[in-house]
């Protein structure tokens, strides 16, 4: 099954936790703290595979977690960083925020991206020893990892791009000019998903075709099978739009040809733009007549005009050397810049959320979540610094402001207190 975009949820793993350790030796009287910082977490990385040619992996499994840190331990010792999530995906995605459906990257290339970072690991006690302070007996807590959900979008490499009604003969010409094997027959819609063929134009000079499922009129807005692979057209420098000019499916040419264009000028102007050669299929059963009053419409449109058999082989070799000589004339593939921008939090968005109930308040979120994580309340000196920061940081004069009274109980993340001046 051909699969072009899939929707997952990336988490990159936590750090690790500073530890809280003192050193212990013989003969060594007050060794001091010799707590270590937590191992960094594992970022989530993507790397393009060119194996790969569908995004079926990610069809039935849409979760990705990287490895959490290890805590930190004694005598100094760092804990180990949290291993990497590789996922791999075909050349050519393009890779968006769900949210915002900014592009984060395209993996056109070969070269990785970390589309979720790690969080850092936690300082052991051995950081927080003062002159006044020799004992800690408190150390940080790792970081959260980077978690989104991200848009994968599967977006062909190929030069050349063969657009045309159903049923006109676009699967043939790639079968004739490469040695892709699409299957071909006469009904509409027997290619299923866009089939991709190198062509050889002569020595030093070849390019990469792609036949894509039939559009019909409506595609644009989701008929037939053209609006789910229009985007596998973004990246061709250059169409060939393949015209049925005998009319046996009961169509006139013109028609189908100003059909087309109005269908790619819906989907996106850029590409309504784009480069395009016609060419006249089936000419070997059309009448000469047909293919004159086709070929003047076209000409006069100001296109390049081909007259072709794909079937009987015929004029074949002669659009394979203009499309080659056309793309020598034309800018590389095109390679999507990112334009998604790490969401910052604004000065004052981490303050925590403040609610009351008759005499019961609730503080959670903000920097008061990670003061919590960072605090080791069996120790007097951790709670101190744990008052401390609560004070320095204005929250206790934020709930006198708030009307808080003697005695009123405070639910800080989880944790009960007794509210005392």
Known sequence: MFVDKATIEIKAGKGGNGAVAFHREK???AGGPDGGDGGRGGSVVLVPDPNMSTLMDFRYKRKYTAQNGMDGGGK???????????????VGTVVRDAKTGQIMADMAETESFVAAKGGNGGWGNSHFATPTRQAPRFAKAGLPGVEREITLELKLLADVGLVGFPNVGKSTLLSVVSKARPKIANYH???????LGVVYAGEGRSFVMADIPGIIEGASEGAGLGHDFLRHIDRCRLLVHVVDVSGSEGRDPVTDFEEINAELEKYSAELASRPMLVCANKCDIASDEDIGRFEEYIKGAGYEFFRISAAAHTGVQELVNAISEKLSQLPPITVYEPDFVEAEPELGSDEPTIESDEGYWTVDGGWVDMLVQNTNFTDYESRMHFDRVMRARGLFDKLEEMGIAEGDTVNVCGLEFEYKR
Not at 84 to 90: G, M, N, Q, Y
Not at 189 to 195: A, D, Q, V
């Open 189 to 195: 819609f027997t290619t299923l998903f866009p089939n």
């Open 76 to 90: 100094r010792c760092t804990g180990k960083d949290g291993e990497d999530l590789i996922i791999k995906v075909p």
């Open 27 to 29: 003969y060594v009287a």
